[in-house]
């Protein structure tokens, strides 16, 4: 099944996955609605993908401020005449031990990861339900599969998420799909949100060295959007063959 035509609202679309699952779909001939809090960031991808044929607008949008979100997909609804999907992808994971205590960092993963992506869902079903139709996709990450010091919070949010996202599934009924895609080890700035040094040290010298591209997530999200109406892909994990 092909996504040309396809209107498709990415929060975090401004690096990383994001980026690169924005710049497939266009190729393929969606229209890209992205959104992220670096404006500047979002202008360059958009023009990149306009300046290679595909079709692309952005909306600076904050995931912790719900009328954000309604904003992100209003703005898909009046540029593109419809919504088919919403990528909820704007995630951080400053990560660290418990005793650390950097409840700062707590309430910023349970405010972007968790809240931002329920935000998302929220702003999105209104319109699938009066289109009959539509796709959520939840990005998660292989660290809610296999949990290891210092992902406590971070694995949480984003076990919260895979939960909310089945229970979605199963209220859905036969017009909506959702799906979650856990990413592993991904070559992006995650590390860059991490405030605690010894944290920060283990993920770009341990995990550094077996990162994979964000296009093998992005090319997990096609297929999961190229599937005929009738199927639903619940559940794909895309992580690097040396991950353990």
């Known amino acids: 099944m092909s996504i040309r035509g396809k209107v498709v609202a990415i929060t975090g679309a401004s690096s990383g996955i994001g980026r690169a699952t924005a710049k497939l779909l266009a190729e393929r001939g969606a229209f890209v609605v992205l959104g992220s809090r670096n ?15 595909g079709k692309a607008v952005f909306k600076a949008t904050d995931v912790r401020h719900r009328g ?14 419809k919504l088919d999907v919403m990528v909820n992808n704007a995630g951080v994971g400053p990560i660290s031990r418990f005793d650390a205590l950097r409840v700062e960092d707590w309430d910023l993963m349970i405010d972007v990861n968790l809240r931002g ?5 929220a702003a999105a079903l209104p319109v699938f339900a009066q289109q009959g139709s539509g796709h ?14 210092t992902m406590g919070v971070y694995a949480a949010t984003k076990n919260a998420v895979r939960t909310a996202t089945e229970v979605l599934r199963q209220e859905a009924g036969q017009n909506l799909r959702v799906t979650e895609i856990s990413p592993g080890v991904i070559a992006t700035n995650f590390g860059d949100s991490i405030t605690d040094k010894a944290a920060k040290k283990l993920i770009d010298e341990r995990l550094g060295g077996i990162a994979i591209s964000p296009d093998a997530i992005a090319r997990g999200i096609l297929f999961a959007l190229e599937q005929p109406p009738e199927v639903d892909v619940g559940s794909i994990v895309i992580r690097p063959t040396a991950q353990g």
């Open 136 to 149: 959520i996709v939840n990005v998660v990450s292989t660290a809610g599969i296999q949990i290891v010091p």
């Open 39 to 53: 404006e500047s960031a979002l202008q360059a991808v958009a023009g990149e993908i306009t300046s290679a044929g």
């Open 117 to 121: 992506t329920l935000y998302g869902i």
């Open 68 to 81: 954000e979100l309604e904003a992100l997909v209003a703005f898909a609804v009046e540029r593109g005449g």
